[in-house]
Nanobody
Framework: QVQLVESGGGLVQPGGSLRLSCSKS??????????IEWFRQAPGKQREWVAS???????TYANSVKGRFTISRDNARNAVDLQMDALEPDDTAVYYC?????????????WGQGTQVTVSS
């Protein structure tokens, strides 16, 4: 079972930055072989895909965050980071990471607790 935990959320002003991390949490799986996806869910909205990084390091982004967010992985730390710059109020959401290759949230049956990101002045 692939167990991941999110961290790094917080309150930031518009235009600010945050760095989220997705780390291995228990289990004997090899973190490096998995593609990792970041999703987010704002209050009253459906969970949406944000960014992906493949096991080989290929990255893709949702149009809404392209040019502002950067996803990276450090297999030595068993972690995938999401650097978020130029944050906007619409980025306010709970952010989740999952191991997988789909950008469709409904295809995932298990989620972690996520980490809250609030962008507000």
């Amino acid at each position: 079972q692939v167990q991941l935990v999110e961290s790094g959320g917080g309150l930031v002003q518009p235009g600010g930055s945050l760095r989220l991390s997705c780390s291995k949490s228990g289990g004997s799986f090899s973190f490096s072989i998995y593609d990792i996806e970041w999703f987010r869910q704002a209050p009253g909205k459906q969970r949406e895909w944000v960014a992906s990084i493949s096991s080989g390091g290929v990255t893709t982004y949702a149009n809404s965050v392209k040019g502002r967010f950067t996803i990276s992985r450090d297999n030595a730390r068993n972690a995938v980071d999401l650097q978020m710059d130029a944050l906007e109020p619409d980025d306010t959401a709970v952010y989740y990471c999952v191991a997988g290759r789909s950008v469709v949230a409904e295809l995932y049956s298990s989620w972690g607790q996520g980490t809250q990101v609030t962008v507000s002045s």
